[in-house]
């Protein structure tokens, strides 16, 4: 299974590399995010930015957020692969041979999980033009790493989940704005948890999109050491997620 799955993903990579609208879009939309919603809240005083944000810089607070938001609706681009693969026939071509559809499904994640990654080094280099002052703690990059390896995968379970009984082209959109938005909403990725009703507070504490943004802002903005307690959040996340993704795979095949 492990041959099939890397082909699989091989594939999935390639197909990337040579895309050169898959490659516009991933620099344009973190590009406009951190452009235009940026710089909306640059008029912020420097004061109230240091009392709730811990940052004098708003960009600073979000570049990790936005990271952690690219990882998650990368997560999409898995579950629509999916979908347009058996609208062409080429899934059914593919389970006439031994791989399973589960390997089918990890090559999918994997895709999607490393179109998630490539955009990191895009938004962190946009940050660092418009001014973003890095505070790198090494041994919290490296679980930052990890932990965006983890939720990638994670999030691309998480949309397969609803859509992989499915091969109407449309779904993959319609369940992408019913996931993202609320968790972009309810997480840390662009403000502040003490800004929340208390309501709010709860959801956010079971947001695995806070994680992997609080990982991140440990790493490159605060310069705090590791949390390992939001590494093992995500890894549950993740592995909660895959795992049913996987099971639901090996069903539809049947």
């Given at each position: 299974m492990i041959s099939q799955t890397y082909a699989l993903y091989k594939r999935e990579v390639l197909?990337?590399?040579?895309?050169?609208?898959?490659?516009?879009?991933l620099v344009a939309q973190p590009l406009m995010w951190i452009v235009f919603f940026g710089n909306s809240l640059a008029g912020l005083p420097r004061g109230f930015l240091a009392q709730y944000f811990g940052v004098e810089n708003y960009l600073a607070y979000m570049i990790p957020?936005?990271?952690?938001?690219?990882?998650?609706?990368?997560?999409?681009?898995?579950?629509?692969s999916l979908v347009f693969d058996k609208r062409?026939?080429?899934l059914k071509r593919v389970?006439?041979?031994?791989?399973?559809?589960?390997?089918?499904?990890?090559?999918?994640?994997?895709?999607?999980?490393?179109?998630?990654?490539?955009?990191?080094?895009?938004i962190l280099a946009v940050g660092a033009v418009l001014g973003v002052g890095y505070r790198v703690n090494p041994?919290?990059?490296?679980?930052?790493?990890?932990?965006?390896?983890?939720?990638?995968?994670?999030?691309?379970?998480?949309?397969?989940?609803?859509?992989?009984n499915t091969s109407d082209v449309h779904t993959p959109g319609v369940i992408n704005n019913f996931i993202t938005m609320p968790l972009m909403f309810t997480s840390t990725a662009l403000f502040p948890k003490e800004f929340f009703p208390q309501w709010l507070r709860v959801i956010?504490?079971?947001n695995p999109l806070t994680y992997i943004t609080e990982l991140g802002r440990n790493a490159l903005v605060y310069g705090m050491p590791p949390d390992i307690k939001a590494l093992l959040a995500i890894a549950a996340f993740a592995a909660i997620t895959v795992g049913v993704a996987v099971v639901e795979a090996r069903l539809e095949a049947d």
């Open positions: 197909k990337l590399f040579r895309s050169k609208y898959m490659w516009l879009m957020g936005m990271i952690s938001i690219s990882v998650m609706t990368m997560g999409m681009f898995a579950s629509m062409l026939g080429y389970l006439t041979t031994p791989t399973p559809k589960s390997a089918v499904f990890l090559a999918k994640a994997a895709g999607a999980m490393t179109r998630g990654l490539l955009m990191v080094p895009v041994a919290s990059m490296a679980m930052w790493a990890l932990g965006l390896v983890l939720a990638g995968l994670g999030f691309s379970a998480l949309f397969t989940i609803f859509t992989v956010s504490d079971f």
